[in-house]
């Protein structure tokens, strides 16, 4: 299976809005430090997910993103469709020109398998994987990491800790 960062980035940053959606609107800056994606590349995904009615964007102080929808009502394949992305397991991308301009002998067969993956990718929902428990205890140690900020001078000797 082929499935892309832009896929996988959007799918996390997604789980990441629905696990925080109580608080309020969520900053792509709080999105970025938790997943360790950059911002410039969020904005990209985020301006697509917006295209597609997946988030809203909320203005002014305390402003960020909100899921449009339920989160029962948003599928990965949704995602990953709104970022343009493919679930493709083909070596030609589908084009049907991986043997000399031809159909190879299982172009169809991964034709098929793709289809099964986005058919799976289709049944689950934010919302379902907001409720599994590896999924909570991730979120929880990432929040936990956030919340408690390293000072940018730990392990340095300065001479207010030598006193």
């Known amino acids: ?6 896929g996988r980035y959007a799918v996390t940053a997604m789980l990441d809005l629905a696990l925080h959606a109580n608080h309020g609107p ?27 009615d ?14 449009s929808r339920e989160a029962e009502t948003v599928f990965v394949a949704q995602i990953i469709d709104a970022v343009n992305e493919s679930v493709d ?4 991308g589908g084009k049907g020109d991986c043997q000399n301009g031809e159909v190879c002998l299982t172009h169809y067969l991964w ?10 990718l289709s049944g689950i929902s934010l919302a ?12 929880e140690r990432q929040d936990a990491k956030q919340q408690s900020p390293v000072s940018e001078n730990a ?5 207010s800790n030598l006193v």
Request: proline fraction near 1%; hydrophobic fraction near 35%; charge should be positive.
């Open 155 to 159: 392990g340095m000797i300065t001479a």
């Open 128 to 139: 379902s994987l907001v409720e599994r428990s590896e999924v909570k205890r991730v979120a």
């Open 54 to 67: 997946l988030v809203a964007s909320v203005r002014g102080p305390g402003g960020g993103y909100k899921l």
């Open 26 to 52: 969520v900053s792509l800056a709080d999105i970025s430090k938790r997943q360790e994606i950059s911002l410039s590349y969020l904005e990209q995904l985020f301006a697509k997910l917006r295209q597609n």
């Open 111 to 120: 034709c098929d398998l793709s289809e099964q993956i986005h058919k799976f």
């Open 1 to 6: 299976m082929r499935l892309t960062t832009k």
């Open 89 to 92: 397991t083909t070596n030609c």
